[in-house]
């Protein structure tokens, strides 16, 4: 990304507008601020790029975010199905200087960047105490992994971020003291303290690299592999442990465990546990968590003990006997287990507790028997313990939004689990604190019994035991009840526009009309509530849409009409009463063809001259105003007999019906007769004239339409024809025409 962009553009262009410098680019876009900063502003390098490098940059930027896009949504789905960013838990008790005080490390914020170290005292109840605000460390990235270890009694506390683990020294007073950060380019995926020397830490990165960091040698690398060991499995996930030896330490990935040398040469190992059939694994079956539980003190197991967790079983593993499980037990959780805490003894000589935690929120309490030589083995059933989604049936009865809420903060996944033991002389108490993923610190009061019953089959679970709320509880819980619905719940990304009434409504006073519709729709508008019936009162009478102004007759339109509302037999009557009486006749497209060729042979027998065309009569009145036809002068008769002897008798109806749409040149506007082109080639005698004259006025006068129009000048004169195309006689013996293949 150092290099020159070369830019399109014309090769007359020179070279210093043409290409553009990526560092200098770079530098300019990192320090551009968003407008409205007085520091705001656009480099004439940035505009040039933008303009010259749009045909370049339009492909190359697509596929650049089609692959992020693609990349982005494939870790989005691996996260919804295992969240493995919380291995280990991120929550964490700090013993402090008395038996009963001790300090939360936790984070917290949006972005869980923030450090926060709680003082807490524990009643003889084992109620919690806070003393005081907590002190916060703000880190660059979201804490993921807190972990604690007293050793030499030295108190130490390391945390895991995305790309930095740092590692911090306890004073007796309870104040964090930092030792080293530690940057990981290619991601932390682990860390652990070591329970021999203090200030040792084991970090483990996605590229399968374990590295080891102490104050007097520093960060250094012990083993890098980024194949997996057993078979191959596509998840980058590495996590790296203690052991009994200070000089070795185990490696694990999903598909099993290794033991490796820190002093040895690279690639020298133990295979110590393997997913397949030496374990009796499920098909599927991969690593989640791995744990050394071989700690020093008077009443700890044997100090090559390792526990191994699955998605499925729970293993208990021995250096000294690799590839060989020496306890193994379906857990039956619903969910992943990524959390574990050993705790010691309640007792001399009582079993060891082990809590087991689910991503869900699912937890279950272990007894482990076999101190000394003796072999490891369950004391007793496994029990489940109540979880924070038990607890939703205490909480008073709320509004379905407000319950929804409710259920969806305490079924949050639980990404920090931490532990205590609290002895005394009656029973023994057990605090557990469970951080959820919504910044939430719920606290659990187990009282220990001790189980007087004969012993039960160890395959099998226990159910869970009844959980009661003290008044301490109950008050502490309401609190959070109500600090929780006054939270208003995040907006919606997009929201809908709101538009200023009161910026409308001040322009000009709005008249007052009778009623109480305006008054309460303006006091409803005024208080931004919702607008109810009440304030629109009694709704006006809406007047009826006013009647369609009638149209020109069409048959279809009045056919489909009577069709849909069901009297189509009385409209057919109707039409056909009205077809016995004097109607229009309706047109022949197919005899179009005839009727050229006889108007042809009937306009070379006649000529008609625009001179002898009958005027325009000044009383002639419209259509609308003579509903019949005037009376036919007996002279016309005469002339319209000689007429039809000439004309075949199929054909007079049709020509009659086409002479009756001429309409004559005084009907034209402004008196305009044909065109110069058209009358400067007709020629006919006048006796010829004359009888196509009485011819056509008694067609227009025998129409059957009311009115009836007059004949155009400019359509008559196209009947008549030049001496040189007279035929003798108007009969059908004519000599054969083409047929016209469009109009006439």
Not at 300 to 315: A, E, G, K, R
Request: contains cysteine; proline residues 11%; charged residues 20%.
């Amino acid at each position: 990304m150092l290099e020159n962009f070369k830019l399109e553009g014309a090769r007359s262009r020179s070279k210093k507008k043409t290409v553009v410098s990526v560092k200098r680019l770079l530098q300019d876009l990192g320090g551009h601020q968003p407008w409205g900063c007085p520091w705001a502003y656009l480099s004439h390098r940035q505009r040039r790029f933008s303009i010259l490098g749009g045909p370049i940059l339009g492909k190359s930027v697509v596929n650049l975010l089609g692959e992020l896009l693609h990349e982005e949504l494939a870790m989005r789905w691996e996260q919804l199905l295992l969240d493995e960013a919380f291995t280990g838990g991120a929550l964490a008790w700090l013993p402090g200087r008395m038996p009963r005080v001790g300090q939360l490390v936790y984070p917290a914020g949006v972005a869980l960047d923030r450090l926060y170290f709680q003082e807490v005292r524990l009643t003889s109840g084992g109620d919690p105490r806070i003393f005081g605000d907590p002190g916060h460390i703000q880190l660059r990235g979201p804490v993921r992994q807190v972990v604690t270890r007293t050793v030499q009694g030295e108190p130490l506390l390391a945390v895991r971020s995305d790309y930095h683990c740092a590692l911090w020294k306890v004073s007796q007073q309870g104040q964090p003291a930092p030792l080293q950060v530690l940057q990981v380019k290619k991601g932390a995926t682990g860390i652990s303290l070591s329970p021999h020397l203090p200030a040792e830490l084991a970090i483990c990165s996605r590229s399968g690299a374990i590295c080891l960091w102490t104050p007097q040698d520093g960060l250094r690398q012990i083993y890098k592999d980024p194949e997996t060991l057993v078979f191959r499995d596509p998840s980058p996930w590495r996590w790296a442990d203690f052991t009994a030896h200070p000089r070795a330490l185990t490696v694990s990935d999903r598909t099993g465990v290794k033991v490796i040398d820190t002093q040895g040469p690279p690639g020298c190992g133990l295979l110590l546990f393997r997913g397949g059939a030496e374990a009796s694994c499920q098909k599927g079956e991969r690593v989640m968590l791995t744990q050394y539980l071989g700690e020093c003190g008077p009443d700890s197991l044997q100090p090559t003990l390792h526990l191994i967790c699955t998605q499925f079983s729970l293993y208990l593993m021995d250096e000294r006997l690799p590839l060989v499980p020496m306890l193994k037990w379906d857990h039956s959780l619903p969910s992943a287990p990524l959390l574990a805490r050993l705790l010691p003894a309640p007792r001399p000589g009582f079993p060891r507790l082990l809590l087991l935690g689910g991503q869900g929120g699912q937890l279950q309490l272990l007894h482990i028997a076999g101190e000394g030589a003796s072999t490891p083995r369950l004391a007793g059933p496994p029990q489940s313990l109540p979880s924070r989604s038990d607890s939703l049936s205490s909480f008073p009865l709320l509004e379905p939004k407000s319950q929804w809420r409710l259920q969806e903060r305490l079924q949050a996944p639980t990404i920090g689990l931490a532990a205590t033991l609290l002895p005394s002389a009656s029973t023994t108490t057990l605090s557990l604190f469970q951080l959820s993923a919504a910044g939430d610190i719920f606290q659990q009061r187990l009282h220990l019994q001790e189980d007087s019953g004969p012993p039960l089959d160890p395959g099998s679970n226990s159910h869970a035991p009844t959980a009661s709320w003290s008044p301490q509880a109950t008050a502490c819980c309401r609190r959070w009840l109500k600090a929780l619905l006054e939270v208003p719940p995040a907006p919606p990304v997009w929201t809908t526009p709101t538009f200023s009434h009161r910026r409308l409504l001040g322009f000009k006073e709005q008249q007052k009309v009778e009623g109480k519709v305006p008054e309460g729709l303006r006091a409803a508008m005024a208080k931004g509530r919702l607008v109810q019936q009440r304030d629109l009162g009694s709704l006006p009478t809406a007047e009826p849409p006013p009647a369609p102004e009638p149209g020109p007759e069409d048959e279809l339109s009045e056919r489909l009409e009577a069709a849909w509302e069901g009297p189509a037999a009385a409209w057919w009557e109707q039409q056909q009463a009205r077809g016995l009486g004097p109607r229009k006749q309706p047109k022949r497209h197919k005899r179009r063809t005839q009727l050229s060729s006889t108007f042809s042979s009937l306009s070379g027998r006649l000529d008609l001259s625009d001179a002898t065309s009958p005027p325009h009569s000044p009383d002639r009145t419209s259509p609308v105003s003579r509903p019949r036809p005037p009376v036919t002068p007996p002279s016309q008769e005469m002339t319209q007999e000689l007429w039809a002897q000439c004309v075949p008798s199929e054909r007079r109806q049709t020509l009659r019906d086409y002479m009756a749409k001429l309409p004559l040149q005084g009907d034209t506007p402004g008196g305009a007769s044909a065109p110069p082109s058209q009358t400067s080639s007709v020629q006919a005698t006048p006796s010829r004239q004359r009888t196509l004259l009485d011819c056509t006025a008694k067609l227009s006068l025998q129409r059957d339409t009311p009115g009836g129009a007059p004949v155009l000048s400019s359509q008559t004169s196209s009947t008549q024809a030049t001496p040189s195309r007279q035929q003798p006689a108007l009969s059908g013996s004519q000599p054969h025409r083409k047929k016209p293949r469009m109009g006439f």
